[in-house]
């Protein structure tokens, strides 16, 4: 037997108190001083025994009455074998597809849970593109839940997918990508754009910059440059994702902290060491050399070395690339995940769960109401005849009282 | 708090006596009691209510001043008052849940035999009381009053009171055709007591029963199941009250009507008097049943 609500089983201390008033009530035939017990007649002393056995069993009455209401609020469910063949006869199913898998599983697990009685199966529909499900992602599926993998169709030979198009010194050059068994790159011809004067740009756009996304711009000032004293003014706290992103790959970037290292150029201006600039490469012996901040929404580098120093170049190849489209473009993969893992994660679902509250569509607690009712009156008629039994002189003891 | 529990608070007996006489007397015309005779002893000055009949006129001719005569009642009469002290009259309604301060069976018979030695004492007659460990002779006196009261107010129930013995010897006692008063619930010895209570009619004697009972005892208003405690054997009877209620009323129904049968068939004066009333209510009672002789 289950109980949907097993909380309330608590109230069965409640039994303890029909018997704590049977142990007080039986206490309570008090002891009587009397003149003379010649008129009481001894005969009559048996059928207090019998009274005793009598109150056994309206006490025990009394108890499962109890005792039904209290399982009948706790709201009982008998797990029949025909019931249990009921459920195991039908199969709850959650379908995974497309999109993120992994997440996918996981919702069908909740939703499986407060489902109505029955076997649990998942089937995920994918072509399971390679990196899509792992070992991990199938292990918060409960043991007894079925897993089902149908691959939707088989991933083609190639796909072309369009990248973010790319600066060089003769311009912006859309690219794409061909993906197939083995990925290449391909950049097609320049599209006509004024060309960079700056030889630092020219220098730095041979390095392959993404193109910027519209409406980001990203600078790189240095201390000598007439514009420090402007940007160092107007500079405000980061409130643009991917400038506070860029901030961070800029002071991740290798190569600029390479080049940094060998910098002896330091900043020595007192604003640009505090909020809200933020130091984003240290020179040699680990004096900050540049700082970034948000100036009028774009993403500003302060930079102490000259212009014409590889480090400048470099943190302009790193702002550049932070005002650029960096997406994965996961859906590309062509390579998908082989059947024989798939057949591995692959199980029948186990018998039918224990059903939770919320998805029982019918429990036994009527029975138990019932029971409750008749044995009240069973109770009743009890102590009607007990009453009749033992004088049945109602009016008498009217009389009396 | 009724009459009768007030007069059980008092601890004077003697007082209790006068109080209960007081009350009975002021509408008796005459001794309820036979044997009067007096002769004069001396003169008090009248009073309004005096009888007229007693004033002496030759001494209003003589002095213009109203007196009375008085006259010393002389002993021809003695009474013996046998008082109960078994176990069973110290059952209270209120040992037994009854209301708080209800009289015990022993106490109203105390209170009753201090108002009748009052009574006979005061009409000059003799009074004595015999209990099972006290005896004391009937005599006249204010002094001997007292001594009885004082003797009556010490008694303790407890144990076998040996009721035939006592009655005998109270009998025995009363040198003249006298009053035997006897106070009990009559529940020892039947028989044996009644045997003897006949030998002493026989003797010449009157005899008079106050069949002293509690309200619980004739009505026996118990519903529950209840344990018994016998207040004299200290045995145990477990009942339902309102199983045993029916055969224990038929039992004491037989009893008390037996003792009844029994006193008319020999001429006793028999009173049943039961301790929530008052005791100068069942006094009146019996005195003026008496009267009606």
């Known amino acids: 037997m289950l109980f949907l609500f097993p909380a309330a089983l608590v109230a069965l201390a409640a039994l303890a108190a029909p018997i704590a008033i049977h142990i007080l009530a039986k206490r309570r035939a008090e002891r009587i001083p009397f003149p003379t017990l010649r008129f009481v007649q001894p005969g009559r002393l048996a059928s207090v025994r019998r009274h005793v056995l009598e109150d056994l069993a309206l006490l025990a009455v009394r108890l499962l009455i109890l005792a039904a209401a209290v399982l009948a609020v706790a709201g009982p469910l008998l797990v029949t074998p025909q019931r249990r063949a009921m459920w195991n006869a039908r199969t709850q199913t959650a379908v995974v597809e497309g999109g993120d898998l992994s997440a996918g599983i996981k919702h069908a697990v909740l939703d499986l849970l407060f489902a109505p009685p029955g076997r649990r199966e998942i089937v995920v529909r994918s072509i399971f593109p390679i990196g899509s499900l792992s070992p991990n992602d199938i292990l918060p599926v409960p043991g007894d839940y079925g897993l089902r993998f149908e691959r939707t169709a088989s991933s083609p030979a190639s796909r072309t997918v369009a990248l973010a198009p790319v600066l060089t010194d003769s311009g912006e050059r859309p690219r794409t990508m061909t993906v197939d068994r083995g990925t290449t790159v391909q950049e097609g011809a320049a599209v006509g754009r004024a060309s960079p004067s700056d030889a630092l740009i020219a220098a730095v756009l041979s390095q392959r910059v993404l193109a910027p996304v519209n409406g980001r711009t990203a600078r790189v000032v240095s201390v000598g440059s007439a514009d420090v004293e402007r940007v160092t003014a107007s500079a405000s706290p980061i409130r643009d994702a991917w400038i506070a992103d860029g901030v961070a790959a800029i002071a991740r970037d290798r190569d600029v902290r390479a080049a940094a290292k060998t910098t002896t150029a330091a900043l020595d201006d007192a604003r640009l060491l505090r909020s809200p600039w933020i130091v984003v490469a240290g020179g040699a012996a680990g004096r900050p050399l540049a700082s970034a901040a948000s100036v009028g929404g774009s993403l500003i580098v302060v930079c102490a070395a000259p212009a014409d120093a590889l480090v400048s170049a470099l943190l302009l190849r790193a702002a550049m690339n932070a005002a650029g489209d960096r997406r994965v473009r996961a859906e590309a993969e062509v390579l998908t995940i082989p059947d024989s893992p798939l057949q591995e994660w692959t199980r029948r679902p186990g018998p039918a769960p224990p059903p939770r509250v919320e998805t029982v569509e019918q429990d036994d607690r009527r029975w138990f109401w019932i029971a409750a009712l008749v044995l009240l009156a069973i109770e009743w008629r009890m102590r009607t005849w007990q009453r009749d039994f033992s004088g049945g002189r109602e009016q008498e003891d009217a009389r009396v009282a | ?293």
């Open chain 2, 1 to 293: 708090m009724t009459e009768g529990e007030v007069l059980a608070r008092i601890a004077d007996l003697e007082l209790v006596a006068r109080i209960v006489v007081d009350g009975l007397v002021s509408g008796l015309h005459r001794s309820p009691f036979h044997g009067y005779s007096a002769e004069f002893s001396q003169y008090r000055r009248y009073r309004p209510g005096d009888d007229l009949k007693y004033v002496d006129w030759k001494l209003v001719a003589r002095t213009d001043r109203v007196y009375t005569k008085q006259f010393r009642e002389t002993t021809n009469m003695a009474a013996a008052l046998v008082v109960d002290t078994s176990a069973s009259m110290s059952f209270s309604a209120s040992a037994s849940g009854g209301s708080a301060g209800a009289v015990s069976k022993f106490r109203y018979a105390q209170i009753l035999a201090a108002a009748l030695a009052h009574l006979v004492a005061t009409q000059g007659d003799a009074v004595g009381l015999v209990a099972r460990d006290r005896f004391l002779p009937p005599r006249t006196g204010r002094q001997h009053l007292r001594a009885l009261l004082a003797a009556l107010s010490v008694m303790k129930t407890g144990g076998d009171w040996q009721a035939a013995d006592v009655v005998r010897r109270a009998a025995e006692r009363l040198r003249r055709r006298g009053l035997l008063f006897v106070l009990s619930d009559f529940y020892d010895a039947e028989d044996r007591v009644f045997a003897e209570l006949r030998r002493a009619a026989r003797m010449g004697h009157e005899v008079v029963l106050f069949h002293v009972m509690s309200r619980e005892e004739i009505e026996f208003p118990y519903a529950r199941d209840v344990e018994f405690a016998d207040l004299e054997t200290g045995g145990i009877a477990a009942v339902n009250g309102r199983e045993a209620r029916r055969p224990y009323l038929d039992a004491v129904t037989a009893f008390l009507e037996r003792w009844r049968s029994r006193a008319g068939a020999e001429a006793f004066q028999y009173s049943l008097v039961i301790t929530d009333t008052p005791p100068d209510a069942a006094l009146r009672r019996f005195l003026l049943s008496r009267r009606e002789k």
